[in-house]
C-alpha cells in the first residue's frame, strides 16, 4: 500500500497509464468507464466470467491511487452484522459491571456511556465512508451475486448516499464518497435498479495481444517462445465448446507453473500433465487429453511458425 | 474488443466541434440519440440523458472510441443491450445532423408504446366485450330454482373438466381450463437461508437484542432474545418442450407458467424445441395475452423437433450456473421424444440433477397405463429423476402441490422405473 494519496487522473490517457503502473493491462473501454466513474463519482459494475480480472482493477486503483482498499467479500446469508457494524457486547458487557463496581446507577448515563463509538465494531461498508489520510478509500463489493435481494436492497440505499444510520449513535455520513467497484459472477441476475446507479461493463477475455502484454508483466520471468504458445493455446481453448473456459488467471498460473517445471517450448506430454492448471472441470480434462490438445498444439505452433 | 467502428464521418462526426461539446447542440444530440435508443428497446430514463450529457462533457470528444464507450457506459446496462446499442451507435452517429431530422420527422411513429397501440387496443376493446357479455350472461334471469339446477351442473362440468385430457378438449373446455390454471397456486415447500430473525422460540441465542433488553434493566436480568433462520422458497426453473409432439400441453403449460411466475419471485422459465430460449421476462408481464404475444415473437420452433440433448446442453453451459443457485428445483417438462434419439442427452442430464436441489419431470405420456420407457430419449432421462408425474390434464398439475411440497430428500424415482422396465424386459 503506498502512503500519500494521489489526484484522480484528468483523461482517459491518464486513466489508462494509471492502471499500467500497477500492472493491469486494461484496453481502453474498461479505462474509459473507469474514467468516468472516478470523475462522475459513481460505482463501477463490472461483470464477466470468472478470472477475467475483475476484481483486480479494484486492487489497483487502490494502490495507484494510494487509497485503502476495503473489500466486502459476498455470500449467501450476509447481513448487517457482518457486512455494517456489529456491537462488541463482551466489552459493553464488562463496561456494566465495571460502572456497577464503581457504584454507578444511572441507566440513562450508562446507556449513554455504552453505545458509543468505542464499543462499535466497523464492519467494511462503515469503515468505506471513512477517509484515511484525507482519501477516501476503494471499496471493493466482489461477487455480489452471492448475496441474497434483501441485502442488494440495503446496499442500494447505501450506495445512493453514502450515509449509514446506527440507531444508537445516529446516521454516520461520508465526507467523501468512496470509490466503489461492484463485481458480479452472474451467477443471479443483479436487479436492475441497482445496476441503474452504477456505470456498467462486461469484462471480457483479452485478446491475444493484451494477453501477451499481461503475461509479461505478470510473469515476466518466462521465454517468450513459451507465453506465445501458451497465449496461442489458451486462445485456441476459449473458441471451443467447454464447460469453463480458462480465464486470465488461469493462463497467468499455466505460465508460472511451466516456468518453475523449466519448461521452453510446449509439448503434447508437458500439456496434458497440466491440464488441471487451466481446466477445473473433469469432462472438459477429458475431452482435452491427448489428441485434441496434440492437435490444438500442433496448429499453435505451426501459427507461430507461419508469423516467424 | 473494440467495436469495428467507421472513421468519423467528417463534419457529421461528434467532433464537428472542434473537441469541444459545444453547448446545447450537442446535448440535444445525446437526447435524440437517447430517444433513439429508447425506441430500439433499451430501458433509457431522463436520469440516464442527464448522465450522459455530464459524462460526454467529462470524457471530452478528442476520439471517436472513448466517445463510444463514454455512452455505452451509461446507457448499458446488460450484456446482451451491448448488440442493441452497438447498432443504433453505428447508425446515429455518421451523420447525426441528417438523422436528427428524421428523427423529428419520425418521433411520433417510432416511439414504441404508439407502435402497439393498434394491436393492444384491438385486445383491450374485445375484452371489455367479452367482459359486458360475460356480465349480462351472470345476471339472474330466472328463479332461485333454475339457478340451483344451473349451479350443480357447473359442478360436475368443473369434475369432468378436471380429469380431461388437454388434448381431447373442445376450444370452450380449453378457454376454461386456462382460467383454471390461472387461479392455480402452487405451494413450494420452503428451505433453511443462512439468514436469521428474531424468534421467540429459536434456537440460536440472538445476542444484539439479548443485550438491549438486558439494558432496560439495568443490566441485573439477563434475559436471552432468540433468533432462528428465516426459510424461504427456492428458486423454481422451468424447462418446458414446445415441439410438435408436445403442442397441446405445451400452450396449456405456458399459461400455467404464467400463473406460477406472477405467484412467487424467483421462476425461471425456458422453453426448448430446436434451441433454447429464456421467457423469464416476457412471462412477468401481468397481462397473459400480452405475455404470450412476446413470447410467441421471440420464441422461433414453435412445433418443430426436438433436440433435448442440444438444447439441456446450452442450458447447463449458459443458464445453469446463473439460475440454479441457491438450491433450485428443476420441472422438466417434455414428452422425452428426441429427434436426436437421445444422443449425449443422458450426460446433460446428469449435470443438470447434479446442479440442482430437486429435479422432477412432467410427462404427459405417463397418462397411459401401460407406459414403458421404451425411446432412447426417455431411457436417457429417467435415471437422473427425482420425480416422475404425468401432465395432462388439471388434476394432474394439481398434483404437482405434492411433489413440490416434498424436498426433504431426493427419491430418484426414475431409477426405479427403469430397473423395473429392465427386470420385465429379462423375463
Not at chain 2, 432474545?225 to 427456492?234: D, L, S
Not at chain 2, 422438466?332 to 442427452?345: K, P, V, Y
Not at chain 2, 442430464?349 to 430437486?358: N, P, T
Given at each position: 500500500?503506498?502512503?500519500?494519496?494521489?489526484?484522480?487522473?484528468?483523461?482517459?490517457?491518464?486513466?489508462?497509464?494509471?492502471?499500467?503502473?500497477?500492472?493491469?493491462?486494461?484496453?481502453?473501454?474498461?479505462?474509459?468507464?473507469?474514467?468516468?466513474?472516478?470523475?462522475?463519482?459513481?460505482?463501477?459494475?463490472?461483470?464477466?466470467?470468472?478470472?477475467?480480472?475483475?476484481?483486480?482493477?479494484?486492487?489497483?486503483?487502490?494502490?495507484?491511487?494510494?487509497?485503502?482498499?476495503?473489500?466486502?467479500?459476498?455470500?449467501?446469508?450476509?447481513?448487517?452484522?457482518?457486512?455494517?457494524?456489529e456491537w462488541n457486547y463482551a466489552r459493553q458487557m464488562l463496561e456494566i459491571r465495571l460502572a456497577e463496581a464503581a457504584g454507578e446507577t444511572d441507566r440513562e448515563k450508562l446507556a449513554r456511556g455504552i453505545f458509543t463509538e468505542e464499543f462499535l465494531i466497523r464492519r467494511p461498508l462503515l469503515q468505506a465512508l471513512e477517509s484515511h489520510n484525507g482519501a477516501a478509500p476503494v471499496l471493493l463489493i466482489d461477487e455480489l451475486d452471492r448475496t441474497d435481494e434483501p441485502f442488494e436492497a440495503y446496499l442500494l440505499e447505501v450506495l445512493s448516499d453514502y450515509q449509514i444510520?446506527?440507531?444508537?449513535?445516529?446516521?454516520?455520513?461520508?465526507?467523501?464518497?468512496?470509490?466503489?467497484?461492484?463485481?458480479?459472477?452472474?451467477?443471479?441476475?443483479?436487479?436492475?435498479?441497482?445496476?441503474?446507479?452504477?456505470?456498467?461493463?462486461?469484462?471480457d477475455y483479452p485478446s491475444a495481444e493484451r494477453e501477451l502484454e499481461i503475461l509479461a508483466r505478470k510473469a515476466p520471468g518466462a521465454p517468450e517462445r513459451l507465453t506465445r504458445e501458451i497465449v496461442g493455446f489458451i486462445q485456441a481453448l476459449r473458441k471451443m465448446d467447454l464447460f469453463k473456459v480458462p480465464g486470465v488467471a488461469e493462463t497467468i498460473d499455466w505460465t508460472k507453473a511451466l516456468s518453475e517445471l523449466d519448461v521452453i517450448a510446449l509439448d503434447p506430454e508437458t500439456v496434458n500433465n497440466t491440464l488441471g492448471v487451466i481446466l477445473k472441470y473433469q469432462d472438459d480434462i477429458a475431452k482435452m487429453q491427448g489428441s485434441e490438445a496434440a492437435r490444438i498444439l500442433r496448429q499453435v505452433q505451426a501459427e507461430a511458425a507461419a508469423l516467424g | 474488443m473494440s467495436p469495428d467502428m467507421p472513421p468519423a464521418a467528417g463534419a457529421g462526426g461528434p467532433e464537428r466541434d472542434g473537441g469541444s461539446t459545444g453547448g446545447g447542440r450537442f446535448a440535444e444530440n445525446i437526447m435524440y440519440f437517447a430517444r433513439a435508443l429508447r425506441a430500439a428497446g433499451l430501458p433509457v430514463g431522463p436520469g440516464q440523458m442527464l448522465d450522459a450529457i455530464r459524462a460526454v462533457e467529462i470524457a471530452g470528444l478528442r476520439r471517436r472510441d472513448d466517445f463510444y464507450w463514454t455512452l455505452h457506459a451509461i446507457f448499458v446496462k446488460r450484456r446482451d443491450q451491448k448488440e442493441l446499442f452497438d447498432q443504433a451507435f453505428q447508425i446515429f452517429w455518421r451523420n447525426p445532423e441528417l438523422l436528427e431530422k428524421m428523427m423529428s420527422l419520425l418521433m411520433p411513429v417510432v416511439h414504441p408504446d404508439i407502435e402497439e397501440t393498434p394491436a393492444e387496443k384491438k385486445k383491450a376493446m374485445r375484452r371489455v366485450a367479452e367482459a359486458l357479455a360475460r356480465a349480462q350472461e351472470d345476471q339472474p334471469v330466472g328463479e332461485k330454482k333454475e339457478l340451483e339446477v344451473d349451479m350443480s351442473l357447473t359442478v360436475s362440468d368443473e369434475e369432468r373438466l378436471q380429469a380431461k385430457d388437454f388434448e381431447d378438449m373442445t376450444a370452450e373446455e380449453l378457454e376454461r381450463a386456462r382460467k383454471a390454471i390461472q387461479r392455480m397456486r402452487l405451494p413450494l415447500a420452503d428451505i433453511k437461508t443462512r439468514r436469521f430473525a428474531p424468534q421467540a422460540h429459536g434456537r440460536r441465542v440472538d445476542m444484539r437484542r439479548s443485550f438491549r433488553?438486558?439494558?432496560?434493566?439495568?443490566?441485573?436480568?439477563?434475559?436471552?432474545?432468540?433468533?432462528?433462520?428465516?426459510?424461504?422458497?427456492?428458486?423454481?426453473?422451468?424447462?418446458?418442450?414446445?415441439?410438435?409432439?408436445?403442442?397441446?400441453?405445451?400452450?396449456?403449460?405456458l399459461h400455467f407458467m404464467h400463473a406460477v411466475t406472477n405467484d412467487r419471485d424467483r421462476v425461471h422459465s425456458f422453453v426448448f424445441g430446436?434451441?433454447?430460449?429464456?421467457?423469464?421476462?416476457?412471462?412477468?408481464?401481468?397481462?397473459?395475452?400480452?405475455?404470450?404475444?412476446?413470447?410467441?415473437?421471440?420464441?422461433?420452433?414453435?412445433?418443430?423437433?426436438?433436440?433435448?440433448?442440444?438444447?439441456?446442453?446450452?442450458?447447463?453451459?449458459?443458464?445453469?450456473?446463473?439460475?440454479?443457485?441457491?438450491?433450485?428445483?428443476?420441472?422438466?417438462?417434455?414428452?422425452?421424444?428426441?429427434?436426436?434419439?437421445?444422443?449425449?442427452?443422458?450426460?446433460?442430464?446428469?449435470?443438470?440433477?447434479?446442479?440442482?436441489?430437486?429435479?422432477?419431470w412432467l410427462n404427459p405420456l405417463l397418462r397411459y397405463d401401460g407406459f414403458k420407457p421404451r425411446a432412447r430419449g426417455i431411457r436417457a432421462i429417467l435415471p437422473h429423476v427425482d420425480e416422475f408425474l404425468p401432465v395432462h390434464n388439471l388434476q394432474s398439475l394439481g398434483d404437482l402441490t405434492a411433489a413440490l411440497s416434498d424436498l426433504g430428500r431426493r427419491r430418484n424415482a426414475g431409477a426405479g422405473i427403469m430397473a423395473e422396465a429392465e427386470a420385465e424386459a429379462q423375463t
Open positions: 500500500m503506498s502512503d500519500a494519496p494521489r489526484a484522480l487522473p484528468e483523461t482517459i490517457d491518464a486513466t489508462v497509464e494509471l492502471l499500467s503502473q500497477g500492472d493491469y493491462v486494461a484496453d481502453r473501454s474498461l479505462a474509459t468507464v473507469a474514467f468516468l466513474s472516478l470523475r462522475m463519482g459513481r460505482p463501477i459494475f463490472l461483470e464477466g466470467e470468472a478470472g477475467v480480472g475483475k476484481t483486480e482493477i479494484a486492487k489497483v486503483l487502490a494502490h495507484s491511487l494510494g487509497r485503502k482498499l476495503v473489500r466486502l467479500q459476498c455470500y449467501e446469508g450476509l447481513d448487517t452484522a457482518s457486512a455494517v457494524y444510520t446506527i440507531p444508537e449513535i445516529g446516521t454516520i455520513k461520508a465526507a467523501e464518497p468512496p470509490i466503489v467497484v461492484i463485481t458480479s459472477n452472474r451467477t443471479r441476475e443483479i436487479h436492475d435498479a441497482l445496476k441503474r446507479r452504477c456505470l456498467y461493463h462486461w469484462v | 433488553s438486558t439494558l432496560k434493566s439495568g443490566g441485573d436480568i439477563v434475559k436471552l432474545e432468540h433468533r432462528a433462520r428465516v426459510r424461504r422458497h427456492p428458486p423454481l426453473v422451468i424447462l418446458c418442450d414446445i415441439s410438435g409432439s408436445m403442442e397441446r400441453y405445451s400452450r396449456m403449460m430446436t434451441r433454447l430460449t429464456n421467457i423469464s421476462r416476457h412471462l412477468r408481464h401481468r397481462d397473459i395475452d400480452l405475455a404470450l404475444e412476446r413470447i410467441g415473437d421471440q420464441v422461433q420452433d414453435w412445433s418443430g423437433g426436438t433436440r433435448i440433448g442440444a438444447t439441456l446442453a446450452e442450458f447447463n453451459q449458459y443458464w445453469s450456473r446463473r439460475v440454479l443457485g441457491q438450491g433450485a428445483v428443476v420441472l422438466l417438462i417434455t414428452d422425452g421424444l428426441d429427434r436426436d434419439a437421445g444422443e449425449g442427452l443422458e450426460k446433460e442430464m446428469e449435470r443438470l440433477h447434479k446442479s440442482c436441489r430437486r429435479l422432477i
